[in-house]
DNA sequence: CGGGAATAGTTGAGATCTCAACTAAGTTGG
DNA sequence: CCAACTTAGTTGAGATCTCAACTATTCCCG
């Protein structure tokens, strides 16, 4: 039995995991009617200059399949909110550009977006918490993305 | 827009969440040829006196939708890995109880489960930051759980 | 140059998850 | 005592995600 430290963190983490993934797609689907994964990919496009993409660099900066991320886009492109352009210097290359509609989209969900989920779920946090969560976060996922690259 | 400390915490958190669940079902699935929510499901049958509790009480515990507990019940019982008892005293009341094919499966499973995720995604944190990770998550899931209380 | 390797993306099947509608069983107030 | 309400769980449809197999294009080296 390892009720050690990093037994207790693990399933705190855990735990939270579970219910932040919940709550972001709860938000999501009820402010904008799409999961919340996918309107990240919306947003990671409108703060993109141009408001496009290659296929394969979104799915890398998105950290998604490049299965995943077609099927993501089949599906938002059904909706509207984006297009596949194909690329003129290599025929291989989708861009995936972010249409009107989906601009509007995200002008219109992201100030809530940006700040219900965000705001309840930090709010018990202090100023130094909230530090502190920034380093630990980042440290996990650079500890995870370098065993990956084995 | 607000590069305030808030966002840059929220966004670490929400990719180390994303990189987490992935992690997790990874090495869940390889091990034990299952996601990882439904090796949970197992662990904490595991770990219950009697190996068995209510459905609804199962559910509760780990955060589940009664739907989403029946479809995992519906299928580890396929699998052989639990099995459903009707209660006697109140007849709505199913009881799920782990069989002795799950338990092999925690057993041989869980030594490794326990120990590489969580040994590779904390293996850059201090002592200390362990400690923070726990009063962290802890309080990011009471503030939203006081929120769907609502 | 040419053919194999690498890269980009798609497809379809199968699994899981959500949501809403539903059945069944127990509880309770008038 | 019984109709309305609550609780427990199921069901099926639809959506998303994973995985493996596949096509198309480009790169690279002998």
Known sequence: MDEQPEARAWRSL????LVLE???DRQSQRDGGLPH???SLLVFLYETPGHRLPASELAARLR????RLT??????E???WLARERSATDRRVQIVALTEAGSRLVRRVSPRQATEVRAVALSRLSP???GQLEEISTAIVAALDERDAD
Chains 1, 2 share one sequence.
Do not use: I, N
């Open 14 to 17: 855990v735990t939270a995991v």
């Open 22 to 24: 919940e709550a972001l």
């Open 37 to 39: 994964a996918y309107f």
């Open 64 to 67: 998604h399949s490049p299965s």
């Open 71 to 76: 099927h993501a886009v089949t599906s938002m």
């Open 78 to 80: 059904k909706s509207g």
């Open 128 to 130: 130094q918490q909230v």
